[in-house]
């Protein structure tokens, strides 16, 4: 089974400063791995996501992810937030060997609040 | 192209009703699934289908079931609403394989009183 934790539930961050969101992940097994956000009152749309190859993965919007093996980590980093950054960001696990049956688990999010 | 779809997009339901939650997509996706949002457990997966005329249950199933007569179509139906089920739904689409991206629709907020 697969679980990702992610440690902060808030994070207040001031304009134009930098940000790291932390994402830990637990499988037996090699994964998938990918960032989401969700603007308030609407769905989720994705950021980045890994799947082999360079562990620095760029997405939308400035963000960037590093996949860590060793460490199980997929950490999200914005060198300058602006004030529409201000969202709930999930980070979500997928197990890359169950072939037409994976599934997606998700974090229990971590809301980031942009101070101007 | 209208994606993902979902109706309705707010609800109230009464202890015991029933109701169905539509969801539509029009990409031609084998992958669907049904998420359940709530405060601090983020999203928890409920039913999911590989194709028409395939479905599974997911991390909390109880007290829904799924169909998937079609390609386009993945309706998630209460039996009987309970307070618990209290809870913002998501329906979400992918082509093929666990890598790539899962397409969400906008929610539907459902209160059960």
């Known amino acids: 089974a697969q679980s990702v934790t992610q440690l902060d539930s808030q994070v207040p961050v001031f304009e134009e400063a930098p940000v790291e969101l932390r994402c830990n992940y637990s499988?037996?097994?090699?994964?998938?791995l990918f960032w989401y956000v969700q603007y308030p009152n609407q769905g989720l749309q994705l950021l980045l996501k890994?799947?082999?190859?360079?562990?620095l993965v760029k997405g939308i919007n400035g963000f960037e992810a590093e996949f860590n093996k060793s460490q199980t980590s997929f950490h999200l980093r914005k060198p300058s937030v602006h004030i529409s950054d201000t969202a709930e960001y999930f980070c979500?696990?997928?197990?890359?060997?169950?072939?037409?049956?994976?599934?997606?688990?998700f974090g229990t999010g971590t809301r980031l609040t942009i101070i101007p | 192209n209208a994606g993902v779809t979902q109706t309705p997009k707010f609800q109230v339901l009464k202890t015991g009703q029933s109701m169905t939650l539509q969801c539509a997509q029009d990409?031609?996706?084998?992958?669907m699934s049904w998420y359940r949002q709530d405060p601090g457990m983020g999203l928890r997966l409920i039913h999911y289908?590989?194709?028409?005329?395939?479905?599974d249950q997911g991390e909390v199933p109880n007290g829904y079931n799924v169909s998937r007569s079609t390609t386009e179509d993945f309706p998630l139906r209460l039996l009987s609403a309970a307070p618990s089920q209290t809870s913002v739904y998501f329906c979400?689409?992918?082509?093929?394989?666990?890598?790539?991206?899962?397409?969400f629709g906008p929610g539907t907020r459902l209160t059960v009183l």
């Open positions: 979400a689409s992918r082509m093929g394989l666990a890598g790539n991206e899962q397409f």
């Open positions: 289908s590989v194709g028409a005329g395939i479905t």
């Open positions: 979500a696990v997928s197990d890359r060997t169950n072939f037409g049956n994976e599934k997606l688990t």
């Open positions: 890994y799947l082999s190859g360079s562990t």
């Open positions: 990409m031609n996706h084998e992958y």
């Open positions: 499988s037996s097994v090699s994964v998938y």
